[in-house]
């Protein structure tokens, strides 16, 4: 009979940035911040502790991100605990960009199963990440968040909004060289604004030009560092952005400008730049006033224990 372990589980899970530039909806990379979760399963009712980012703001009963996904992962598993005690300590900030959303289903999916007796052996890793890239419907975030790293994600045999194929990931190697700066904003850009602003489709030749650059990208990031500003050149969704995140672009045009690999970081309008250990601090010294600067490394572990 499946059972639910005794005590509290924590899992903490990883600040992500997807697109880098060209690779729209299906790069992403794990950042060295983390949210830390705990959750137990209790007699009955539901108690949600937030502090950090979104406390005071989130919703704290079932509507939660991470009660919605651990409810997600429960049925998977095939049982519901009669109650259940979440406490959320938020280090990434909210809407902007960096993966909050992902890290809050990656975070519930592997605490659920994590609260269940045997929960690996019932699903795999793999089953797991696929129930959280469906949640969040799309896998640019959730595959770093999950996995760790450098990964390349997407959906097998159609678009996501149509429904079809599955989703997968695959991971790929980052220059141990390679670090990152990323300048957090005061205020927040939604998602759903973000993406309303593209258009339905594009010119050939910028798909063409995207497609390079981010197969360049890919290469770059290996082990050829040389390459990020190239490669890092976006012609599918950064421009059409603009109107909601002004101020982003234009720290991305200064940058670029100076020859540093900078990009929107997700949906924005944190923008991230590549660097290296020796360039990080000037590179912070960039950061516009009112905003937050944070240097930070690849996370190279997804989802752990905490």
């Not at 007699?43 to 509507?63: F, H, I, N, Q």
């Not at 605490?111 to 929960?119: D, E, N, S, T």
């Not at 194929?165 to 759903?192: L, N, Q």
Request: charged content about 20%.
């Amino acid at each position: 009979m499946v059972t639910f372990v005794d005590g509290p589980v924590r899992v903490s899970v990883p600040a992500t940035s997807a697109n880098l530039g060209p690779g729209f909806d299906s790069l992403g990379l794990a950042l060295s911040m983390r949210d830390e979760l705990e959750a137990e399963v209790i007699g009955a009712g539901l108690e949600v502790e937030v502090t950090g980012s979104g406390a005071g703001v989130v919703p704290r009963d079932e509507t939660h991100l991470v009660v919605r996904s651990m409810h997600a992962a429960f049925d998977l598993l095939g049982l519901r605990p009669p109650g259940l005690r979440l406490a959320c300590r938020n280090v990434i900030p909210h809407a902007r960009g960096l993966g909050s959303s992902s890290a809050a289903i990656v975070g519930g999916v592997v605490l659920a199963r994590a609260l269940v007796a045997g929960g690996a052996l019932l699903v795999d890793d793999a089953a797991l990440f696929r129930m959280a890239a469906r949640i969040e419907g799309h896998p640019d975030n959730v595959a770093p968040a999950f996995h760790g790293g450098f990964v390349i994600s997407g959906r097998d045999g159609g678009v996501a909004e149509a429904g079809t194929g599955d989703f997968y990931a695959v991971s790929s190697p980052v220059d141990p060289r390679i670090e990152t700066v990323v300048f957090v904003p005061p205020t927040s850009v939604a998602t759903e604004v973000a993406r309303g602003l593209l258009p339905p489709e594009v010119p050939h030749a910028d798909a063409a030009a995207d497609a390079g650059c981010a197969a360049l990208l890919v290469a770059a990031l290996a082990g050829q560092p040389e390459h990020l500003w190239l490669a890092t050149r976006d012609y599918l969704h950064q421009d059409y952005r603009r109107p909601a995140m002004p101020e982003s672009l234009a720290l991305v045009d200064a940058l670029r400008a100076d020859g540093v690999a900078a990009t929107v970081s997700g949906a924005g309008p944190t923008v991230l730049a590549f660097t290296d250990a020796s360039g990080a601090g000037a590179l912070a010294a960039r950061c516009p006033a009112g905003w937050v600067a944070h240097h930070l490394t690849v996370d190279r572990e997804g989802a752990r224990p905490a």
